[in-house]
């Protein structure tokens, strides 16, 4: 049986003038104001490509927990940032490339084996599966 979870969006007006709210099924997030000028022009407010990232970010660093437990390991501190692309292509926008940037500290390891952990879960995760059409980096710092 599948797991299911939702976010919702409200739009009201043109795309420029126009203003939305979105929301998630937990209430993280309740009618949090979106639109052109929260999304291009650094207006308060959430945007789309902020939200991916946030997604991408914790499904990843789960399925990092998963694979280090995998291997007998427990991190102390796992960080992730992930940066979402957004560029302007043809007469259109498109996520262009995902950045995942992370920062861990795992006793009873090493950097190499570590990153090669953080690999196979990037892999993994079901946000990067999902996003698969989209070039996914990332980037390991360990200590």
Not at 23 to 32: I, M, N, P, R, V
Not at 44 to 60: D, R
Not at 111 to 134: D, M, N, R, Y
Request: proline share 3%.
């Amino acid at each position: 049986m599948a797991i299911q979870k939702f976010g919702s969006a409200h739009w009201t007006g043109g795309l420029k003038d126009g203003r939305g709210k979105v929301s998630t099924e937990s209430g993280a997030l309740k009618d949090q104001p979106y639109g052109f000028k929260t999304r291009f022009e650094g207006v308060a407010g959430s945007n789309p490509e902020e939200l991916i990232g946030a997604a991408h970010a914790a499904c990843f660093t789960m399925a990092l927990s998963l694979q280090l437990e995998q291997e007998g390991l427990k991190a102390d501190s796992l960080e992730t940032k992930a940066i979402v692309s957004l560029d302007k292509v043809g007469d259109g926008f498109e996520i262009t490339a995902i950045e995942l940037n992370l920062a861990g500290t795992v006793p009873g390891t090493d950097a190499a084996t570590f990153k090669s952990i953080a690999e196979k879960a990037k892999v993994g995760c079901p946000v990067s599966k999902a996003l698969k059409a989209v070039p996914i980096s990332l980037n390991v710092t360990f200590g």
